[in-house]
């Protein structure tokens, strides 16, 4: 499994609804968030590609997509170091698969 609910089972006390708000949220707001991650890196604009990962990565924490999360906190790194735009590219790939395995998961869990 992808993700692990703990965080935001915590967050809600188990509330079903808020939960599923949440991970819908998340379902449909980080696909254009990693269009534009996608878009920052072609024209390597390095403060964008560090907001994107920022904005990803705090909602993947809270839905216990913990390899996205990591990814994501190295994205920020490389890209507050204006690092080499290839292993950001790299990284960036790794994290849009790991994100659609999760969709899929998430998207099963709230149907």
């Known amino acids: 499994m992808k993700y692990n609910l ?16 949440i991970i819908t949220t998340f ?13 920052a890196i072609d024209t390597q604009d390095f403060s964008a590609i560090y907001q994107y990962a920022h904005k990803i990565k705090p909602n993947a924490d809270l839905l216990g997509i913990d390899k996205l999360k990591d990814q994501m906190l190295t994205i920020e ?35």
């Not at 379902?27 to 878009?39: I, R, S």
């Not at 507050?80 to 790299?90: C, L, T, V």
Request: aromatic share 8%; net charge negative.
């Open 6 to 21: 703990d965080k935001l089972n915590e967050l809600s006390g188990g509330d079903k609804e808020f939960n599923q708000t």
């Open 77 to 111: 790194s490389h890209a507050r170091g204006d690092m080499d735009i290839e292993s950001i590219k790299g990284l960036s790939t790794s994290a849009s698969i790991e994100f659609q395995a999760a969709y899929q998961e998430l998207n099963n869990y709230i149907k």
């Open 27 to 39: 379902l449909q707001e980080t696909p254009e968030d990693f269009k534009g991650l996608e878009k």
